[in-house]
Nanobody
Framework: QVQLVESGGGWVQAGGSLRLSCAAS????????MGWFRQPAGKEREYVAH????????DYGDSVKGRFTISRDNAKNMGYLQMNSLKPEDTAVYYC??????????????????WGLGTQVTVSS
């Protein structure tokens, strides 16, 4: 059974940084792509970033480009999201997800087969 566990969330002031981690178990992530999404309170889940199976292609949502960096360590079965220059509007529950398509890149939640339970990120002004 595939399990994804996010960590690294918390409270930070605007302009600060956080690094989210996603630990995968139950299967290797080395042949699948990974995405990060977020869901602000009362709103729909939205796309944040995606990385292909080998890290060869990265993609970001418009609202986080230039501030967030997605990465992965297949040897450790881990994914990461480095978030810099955080803004209050980045406040949300952040989720990592796996897309069995090794190239993937979709922005829709329906394209991802496995999801973590999320970690809360709160950015104060």
């Amino acid at each position: 059974q595939v399990q994804l566990v996010e960590s690294g969330g918390g409270w930070v002031q605007a302009g600060g940084s956080l690094r989210l981690s996603c630990a995968a178990s139950g299967r290797t992530i080395s042949t699948v792509s990974m995405g990060w999404f977020r869901q602000p309170a009362g709103k729909e889940r939205e796309y944040v970033a995606h990385i292909t199976w080998n890290g060869g292609r990265l993609d970001y949502g418009d609202s986080v480009k230039g501030r967030f960096t997605i990465s992965r360590d297949n040897a450790k079965n881990m994914g990461y999201l480095q978030m810099n220059s955080l803004k209050p509007e980045d406040t949300a529950v952040y989720y990592c997800a796996l897309d069995l398509n090794p190239l993937g890149g979709g922005h829709d939640v329906s394209e991802y087969e496995y999801w973590g339970l999320g970690t809360q990120v709160t950015v104060s002004s």
